[in-house]
């Protein structure tokens, strides 16, 4: 088992930045690929980014990519997700997930994630 724990949410102006966090607990972080997805009210969930166990490699969704980084500190059991230039439109629950291999961009793959944290981009 992997508990993970979102942080960092928050209200935010359009075009301003966040940081969340997701803390992890349980079986060894670096173990598992760390995954980053959202849900706005009456949306599906959406993939945002994936990084791989080491950190070495990361992915992002299109619509993210160059104003959003994925990273992790395995000796801290945390990743981050760095958020900068932020749009209303991104305003979501952003909840992190864990998956014992690859680097898949669908939740259904994951077998862990956290409750959630929530963002507000106001305009």
């Known amino acids: 088992q992997v508990q993970l724990v979102e942080s960092g949410g928050g209200l935010v102006q359009a075009g301003g930045s966040l940081r969340l966090s997701c803390a992890a607990s349980g079986r060894t972080f670096s173990r598992y690929a760390m995954g980053w997805f959202r849900q706005a009210p009456g949306k599906e969930r959406e993939f945002v980014a994936v990084?791989?166990?080491?950190?070495?490699?990361?992915y992002y969704a299109d619509s993210v990519k160059g104003r959003f980084t994925i990273s992790r500190d395995n000796a801290k059991n945390t990743g981050y997700l760095q958020m900068n230039t932020l749009k209303p439109e991104e305003t979501a629950v952003y909840y992190c997930a864990a998956v014992g291999g690859g680097m898949p961009t669908m939740g259904e793959a994951y077998n862990y994630w956290g409750q959630g944290t929530q963002v507000t981009v106001s305009s």
């Open positions: 990084i791989s166990m080491s950190g070495g490699s990361t």
